[in-house]
């Protein structure tokens, strides 16, 4: 098998586009934009000059697919919860959610959904297994675990303004 090949092209006043042949000799691009944006293409078989897909994402929408495809916290001796019925999230907490400088025990997330919150990422740290009195502030990450159901719900209580 053959190592893939990335090449690089600057882009003058746009940014940079990567370029990216499979060992399947399927083309891939993805245009990084100054401000941060991407943009995400991918060429047909029978033409790998003609663009078959193309996606503009977001820089926040960016960092979650480089999660989903290189996930830092993925080990292969972790329990895999999908097999399990059950996912894990990351729901960020708005700067004007109703939570913002509440405890955590007053969003009633375990009885209303049965997800639990299982971290708590706050600037550079992580806050494991944060207790009810824990104080919620704008801008923190929470790491949710329950069922699709349960964390969509969750999701949406921690999403009140």
């Given at each position: 098998?053959?190592?893939?090949?990335?090449?690089?092209?600057?882009?003058?006043?746009?940014?940079?586009?990567?370029?990216?042949?499979?060992?399947?000799?399927?083309?891939?691009?993805?245009?990084?934009?100054?401000?941060?944006?991407?943009?995400?293409?991918?060429?047909?078989?029978?033409?790998?000059?003609?663009?078959?897909?193309?996606?503009?994402?977001?820089?926040?929408?960016?960092?979650?697919l480089i999660d989903a495809?290189?996930?830092?916290?993925?080990?292969?001796?972790?329990?895999?919860?999908?097999?399990?019925?059950?996912?894990?999230?990351?729901?960020?907490?708005?700067?004007?959610?109703?939570?913002?400088?509440?405890?955590?025990?007053?969003?009633?997330?375990?009885?209303e959904t049965g997800a639990?919150?299982?971290?708590?990422?706050?600037?550079?740290?992580?806050?494991?297994?944060?207790?009810?009195?824990?104080?919620?502030?704008?801008?923190?990450?929470?790491?949710?675990?329950?069922?699709?159901?349960?964390?969509?719900?969750?999701?949406?209580?921690?999403?009140?303004?």
């Amino acid at each position: 098998m053959g190592a893939p090949r990335l090449s690089s092209t600057p882009l003058p006043g746009i940014g940079v586009r990567y370029d990216l042949t499979t060992r399947e000799q399927r083309r891939l691009s993805v245009v990084a934009h100054r401000e941060g944006g991407r943009t995400l293409s991918a060429y047909r078989v029978d033409d790998p000059d003609a663009c078959a897909l193309s996606v503009r994402l977001t820089p926040g929408e960016t960092e979650a697919l480089i999660d989903a495809l290189m996930p830092a916290h993925h080990s292969p001796n972790l329990l895999s919860t999908t097999e399990l019925g059950l996912v894990a999230e990351r729901i960020e907490l708005s700067s004007v959610s109703h939570w913002n400088g509440r405890v955590l025990g007053e969003t009633r997330l375990r009885t209303e959904t049965g997800a639990s919150v299982v971290a708590v990422l706050r600037r550079a740290g992580a806050i494991p297994s944060p207790a009810p009195d824990f104080r919620l502030a704008g801008g923190d990450t929470l790491i949710v675990i329950g069922t699709r159901e349960g964390v969509e719900t969750a999701a949406a209580i921690l999403g009140r303004e």
